[in-house]
């Protein structure tokens, strides 16, 4: 069964430095999703790509966070600095189109010190 | 504003059991979708249900149901001989506006679900 898949798996940092996420969606999906997830919260949509275009990053703190999907296919979710408040679980999505029910990743563990 | 209401923190089923766990939404738009997540702890969001808001019957998937009552805004999820498996946290989550440019979930806050044996 086809997958999302995400690396690392966790991660930890001190707080200034970069970090970098990885997604890989599912095979054909043309709209990628990344959502963080604070501890007791339920996830937050970060951005939202439709094949290789930006269509929703209004909750993306532009000032330290950037995200690419250069070919429409897999994505990078970068940020730099990062602070402490960013420690959370960033998990990435996928659907077959804008709409269709979105395919989770098993997400990425992200800790600064 | 869409809004997600689940207000069960923490729930307690024993094996084989049904239960129930509550969701309550808020949103203006005519045409949106709603659905169920499970999150174990090694985190990945697994998809459970969907339900239309113009779907007529209860969506039901295996042992897992939801009780759509559009009225009273609810979407419950139902799950039926609960295994020591289905301990997780549950999300209930929304997706408004279907065929507008963006598409992203409105999630809950969860419900975390223990099954004894």
């Known amino acids: 069964e086809a997958e999302v898949a995400q690396s690392p798996r966790y991660k930890i940092t001190e707080k200034s430095q970069a970090v970098a996420f990885w997604c890989d969606p599912i095979?054909?999906?043309?709209?990628l999703y990344w959502y963080r997830q604070i501890l007791g919260q339920g996830p937050e949509l970060l951005v939202q790509?439709?094949?290789?275009?930006?269509?929703?990053d209004s909750q993306l703190p532009k000032d330290r966070f950037s995200a690419e999907r250069l070919k429409g296919v897999d994505s990078t979710l970068k940020i730099q600095p990062a602070e402490l408040g960013d420690s959370a679980m960033y998990l990435c999505?996928?659907?077959?189109?804008?709409?269709?029910?979105?395919?989770f990743g098993p997400g990425t563990r992200l800790l600064v010190l | 504003a869409q809004k997600i209401t689940q207000t069960q923190p923490g729930m307690f089923v024993q094996e084989k059991e049904a239960v129930t766990l509550d969701c309550t939404y808020d949103?203006?738009?005519?045409?949106?979708?709603l659905f169920w997540y499970k999150q174990p702890s090694s985190g990945e969001m697994i998809f459970l249900i969907y339900?239309?808001?113009?779907?007529?019957q209860n969506a039901t998937e295996g042992r897992y149901s939801l009780n759509f009552q559009k009225a009273r805004k609810s979407a419950n999820l139902v799950i039926s001989a609960s295994q020591l498996g289905d301990s997780a946290m549950y999300f209930c989550a929304m997706r408004g506006n279907y065929g507008g440019a963006t598409n992203k979930l409105i999630f809950g806050t969860g419900t975390l679900l223990a099954v004894q044996p």
């Open positions: 949103t203006s738009d005519q045409s949106y979708g």
């Open positions: 339900q239309g808001s113009y779907d007529e």
């Open positions: 999505a996928s659907s077959l189109m804008s709409g269709e029910t979105q395919y």
């Open positions: 095979s054909g999906h043309a709209t």
């Open positions: 790509f439709q094949d290789e275009s930006v269509v929703d």
